[in-house]
């Protein structure tokens, strides 16, 4: 059994950064792939990065270049490093696994973000 909790939302100027992190409570070292989502206002859930078990990882366009996500298979974290931040990446932030491939099965509770024009 794996959960998941995140941390490290927050309010902030647009221009600036944040550190979400992710911490599960089981191991994650079989999980095949580990994902942040964000759901902003007046939109579906959205796919911003995914990395998988070896440190593959890919971006969703919206994000590309000012996001990096990151895992620590040993500690069971993951990070998602937000440089560059716009008003538009306000919202509430969720990270996921796939641990047996095909559907993200595990989720947290979602922690928000908000950025400040």
């Known amino acids: 059994q794996v959960q998941l909790e995140e941390s490290g939302g927050g309010l902030v100027q647009a221009g600036g950064s944040l550190t979400l992190s992710c911490a599960a409570s089981?191991?994650?070292?079989?999980?095949?792939?580990l994902a942040w989502y964000r759901q902003t206002p007046g939109k579906q859930r959205e796919l911003i990065a995914v990395?998988?078990?070896?440190?593959?990882?890919s971006y969703a366009d919206s994000v590309k270049g000012r996001f990096t996500i990151s895992r620590n298979n040993l500690k069971n974290t993951m990070n998602l490093q937000m440089n560059g931040l716009k008003p538009e990446d306000t919202g509430v932030y969720y990270c996921?696994?796939?641990?047996?491939?095909?559907?993200?099965?595990?989720w947290g509770q979602g922690t928000q973000v908000t950025v400040s024009s």
């Open positions: 996921a696994a796939d641990r047996f491939g095909g559907r993200w099965d595990v």
């Open positions: 990395i998988t078990r070896g440190g593959s990882t």
């Open positions: 089981g191991s994650i070292f079989s999980t095949t792939l």
